[in-house]
């Protein structure tokens, strides 16, 4: 028999397994020379490379950015499908109507975002037509403005929906066709186009006295915080540049805000609710309080004064911008009419933002509202599940071991404990017991239904905010990052309709307070803890919020 040579050893195992080998060489040539061969068997499972899941994500708003930025784990690839190439600032897109921000300043490519990051990124500008929940797939058409767009078919393991909403006429007729909208970057620069217009129009020798009025006086519906910055910043570009412009007209100038409550900006404290209402009367700004938009025509406005016994009066206009309420995508809602949830003005999640009857599909932002489950729903589950022993009472000790459990899963749990002052059972029971010995509480279920039947009340929906969304966005991210890991790990609270724990733990929304500017260099701020600051003094705090 041939003895093989070290060499030919080595060699001759390579040719025949060489996938399944490492190799390191080291050659030498320090006295007289020298060879070192190593070589590492790797087995089939370690050299065999996972495959990626496809993450789909419709949507480059708040929730979709904000789930971009924060995704960083390989093991996905992502791709991204939105009508728009860029993340648009919101919050400053009253600005950009009347100079004060460039557009430029608000909008990043959202091929910067993702471009330095380790995950498998691809976009597309395109529009949703379609999501066929059954088959797990997503109907596109570009975006890109040719004689033909090009349609096509995205396949998906997780689906992200994060379109954000549509602006809700409420069938009102005449607000499509005449009226503005403040919802993109191309809302703000027609607005603005539209404003100089107006200046012009009137600034024309044929045009009557009467005539220029009506061209110069600008209508915003709504009382929210877009409609009240909007009013704000429109009157401080008129007062302050576009008078220096056109001196001969500028007494004719009016702004009117239409609110159909009692007042503007009704989420906020009252006494921010009356310092700007007080400052726009001041400021000239007509503040119509109960008036609800019934009719819009090319130049006139019909409302219906709620005040004056439902009296429908008629106001000339120039411009009209329409900011109030937000409306459901056409093809979101055909997605909701595939799952079941039919008659609904957003897409229902749970509390980990998945979709309700279904396992693999997400939405966050204005597109969702997380229906969180009552406690009175599952208060047999939560009582068979810390009646550990089976007796058909419960202990003081027994409720302790899973309140932290409860908290988490139900948080108006924790919020009606707090806002109470209430920390255990026997504190629960005083209302309905009074006064009674720790040690010898036991209750049946009955009587831990009577000791939460309020608790439900603390129940909140989550407003449609760019902080809310952005928030939910950063969540989901975590949730994903995390995935195998909380697979066999679960860090969620317990199941208490089902056995071991949820995965992760729920979404909760941290308010960081809320901003309305008002014009003239102030502002209204509302933070945590009933904190608020009214006037030049909190102007800092909006540009140190907005400047990052």
């Not at 380790?118 to 379609?130: G, N, P, T």
């Not at 599940?385 to 000790?397: F, H, P, R």
């Not at 749990?413 to 059972?425: A, Q, T």
Request: overall charge neutral.
């Amino acid at each position: 028999m041939r003895n093989f040579t070290f060499f030919e050893r080595v060699s001759r195992a390579f040719r025949d397994h060489g996938s399944n080998f490492k190799l390191l060489l080291l050659c030498t040539t320090v006295s007289g020379g020298g060879v070192l061969a190593y070589a590492e068997a790797v087995g089939a499972s370690e050299a065999a490379v996972p495959e990626k899941k496809k993450v789909v994500v419709l949507g480059t708003g708040w929730a979709g950015t904000s789930f971009l930025k924060n995704l960083n784990n390989p093991r996905y690839e992502v791709h991204v499908v939105s009508p728009r190439n860029y993340f648009a600032f919101t919050p400053l897109l009253p600005s950009v109507t009347c100079g004060t921000v460039e557009a430029r300043s608000i909008v990043e490519p959202v091929r910067n975002i993702f471009r330095k990051k380790m995950v498998d990124v691809q976009f597309s500008e395109a529009e949703c037509l379609k999501i066929d929940a059954a088959n797990r797939k997503v109907y596109c058409r570009s975006n890109i403005s040719n004689n033909e767009k090009e349609e096509f078919v995205v396949d998906y393991d997780y689906l992200i929906i994060a379109v954000g909403a549509n602006v809700n006429t409420f069938n009102t007729p005449g607000v499509t066709e005449n009226c503005h909208f403040l919802k993109e970057v191309e809302d703000a620069q027609k607005i603005r186009r539209t404003v100089i217009d107006c200046f012009e129009r009137a600034s024309l020798p044929s045009v009557s006295e009467e005539e220029k009025k009506r061209i110069l006086h600008f209508a915003i519906v709504g009382g929210g915080p877009t409609g009240v910055e909007f009013a704000a910043s429109l009157h401080d570009f008129v007062t302050e540049d576009l008078v220096k412009l056109y001196p001969g007209i500028k007494d004719l100038v009016k702004i009117t805000l239409l609110e159909a409550g009692d007042h503007i900006l009704s989420m906020f404290d009252k006494r921010i609710t009356t310092f700007a209402e007080d400052k726009f009367r001041r400021d000239g700004i007509d503040v119509k309080t109960g008036s609800m938009v019934v009719k819009v025509s090319d130049k006139e406005i019909s409302t219906k004064e709620m005040k004056n016994g439902g009296e429908i009066t008629t106001i000339p206009y120039g411009m009209a911008v329409w900011s109030t309420g937000i409306g459901t995508r056409p093809f979101i809602k055909d997605f909701m009419s595939q799952i079941g949830q039919t008659n609904r003005r957003a897409i229902a999640t749970d509390e980990w933002l998945r979709v309700e009857s279904t396992s693999n599909v997400y939405a966050l932002g204005d597109c969702a509202t997380i229906n969180q489950r009552k406690v009175m729903e599952d208060i047999a589950a939560i009582f068979k599940k810390a009646d550990k022993d089976n007796s058909g009472t419960l202990t003081v000790k027994e409720f302790q071991e899973v309140l932290d459990d409860i908290c988490e899963r139900y948080p108006q749990v924790g919020l009606y404990l707090k806002s109470n002052h209430m920390h255990d059972l026997a504190d629960l029971l005083k209302e309905s017991k009074g006064d009674v010995e720790k040690e010898s509480i036991e209750l049946n279920i009955e009587e831990l239904k009577t000791a939460l039947s309020k608790v439900d009340s603390q129940m909140k929906f989550l407003p449609a905010t760019a902080q809310v969304a952005s928030q939910q966005g950063t969540y989901l991210a975590q949730c994903f990052n995390r995935m195998e890991e909380c697979e066999k790990n679960p860090e969620g609270p317990i199941r208490f309709r089902g056995e071991g724990r949820h995965r992760f733990k729920p979404f909760r929304y941290k308010h960081l307070g809320q901003f309305a500017p008002l014009g003239g260099e102030q502002t209204a701020a509302q933070l945590p803890g009933d904190w608020v600051s009214i006037g030049h003094s909190s102007q800092w705090l909006w540009y140190s919020v907005y400047a990052r």
